[in-house]
């Protein structure tokens, strides 16, 4: 079991105000408006579930070494609405579970691992439904990086691994030659999308979008180059990964946030 730690960058265009208080101090939630503790993993730490956003996941509550339950079901490819059927199944070589080896709160977050090696497209999401009606979606969540491989790292497009949709929008993985990058719909970048950050690894960062009624979005702190427009459909949120091409990788994710109003970092 990983301990809790983070590089929070600042929020989303300076809208999230104060960050949230972490690694044993007490803080406060800035928009959000809460106060809460986060020590290290696994000792009596407030999740960020606490502010009562229009969405939260801190994966506490799932069975370890089995997919998130409940509220999350198996899912495919989003509709331009921003919908996610059920009922797919998950490509050969990827898997999305919940486990203690690495958290960033509490004892449990997601874990994505895949090895895949293949020309097709291949994934695996689950989904799960938010109380969000309006055009305003703003998410956070942290992420722990291990691993990255794939054969052709500097191959442009590279392989669009979108790692978590709001309704058809979704932060990537792989717009080569670096690794995030911020995509609406199908294939719709930013013009400086490809210089987005390096992967950055074995320590836990902090990942922020808004996706309407504008878009931005930044990994650390460093902000990523987004279109014009705004996202739709953010009654769903889906988690996972996917692929045109052969490719590695193990993450964690947690402390999963959607809200119609920005959700601060944690502190560092």
């Known amino acids: 079991?990983?301990?809790?730690?983070?590089?929070?960058?600042?929020?989303?265009?300076?809208?999230?105000?104060?960050?949230?208080?972490?690694?044993?101090?007490?803080?406060?939630?800035?928009?959000?408006?809460?106060?809460?503790?986060?020590?290290?993993?696994?000792?009596?730490?407030?999740?960020?579930?606490?502010?009562?956003?229009?969405?939260?996941?801190?994966?506490?509550?799932?069975?370890?070494?089995?997919?998130?339950?409940?509220?999350?079901?198996?899912?495919?490819?989003?509709?331009p609405e921003g919908t996610f059927s059920g009922g797919d199944q998950a490509s050969g070589g990827f898997a999305l579970t919940v486990d203690e080896q690495h958290a960033f709160s509490g004892k449990q977050a997601a874990h994505v691992s895949v090895k895949y090696e293949g020309d097709g497209y291949a994934a695996i999401y689950y989904a799960a439904p938010t109380t969000i009606e309006g055009d305003a979606a703003y998410a956070r969540f942290m992420l722990y990086q291990t691993s990255w491989e794939r054969p052709h790292p500097s191959t442009i497009p590279g392989i669009h691994a979108r790692v978590l949709f709001v309704g058809n929008a979704s932060i990537d993985f792989d717009f080569s030659p670096t690794v995030f990058a911020f995509e609406l719909g199908h294939d719709g970048f930013g013009g400086a999308a490809h210089g987005g950050p390096q992967p950055i690894l074995n320590r836990w960062i902090c990942v922020e979008a808004q996706f309407g009624p504008k878009l931005a979005a930044q990994v650390a702190g460093t902000p990523l180059s987004v279109p014009n427009g705004s996202a739709r459909g953010f009654g769903t949120v889906a988690l996972g990964i996917s692929s045109y091409r052969t490719f590695s990788t193990d993450f964690w994710v947690d402390d999963l946030v959607v809200d119609t109003k920005p959700v601060p970092c944690p502190a560092p």
């Open 1 to 79: 079991m990983g301990t809790a730690g983070a590089s929070a960058g600042s929020s989303v265009g300076g809208l999230a105000g104060s960050s949230v208080g972490a690694s044993g101090s007490a803080g406060q939630a800035g928009a959000a408006g809460a106060a809460g503790q986060a020590g290290a993993a696994g000792a009596a730490a407030i999740s960020a579930c606490a502010i009562g956003a229009a969405f939260c996941e801190d994966f506490e509550g799932h069975t370890a070494g089995a997919p998130p339950a409940g509220k999350w079901h198996l899912a495919g490819w989003p509709s």
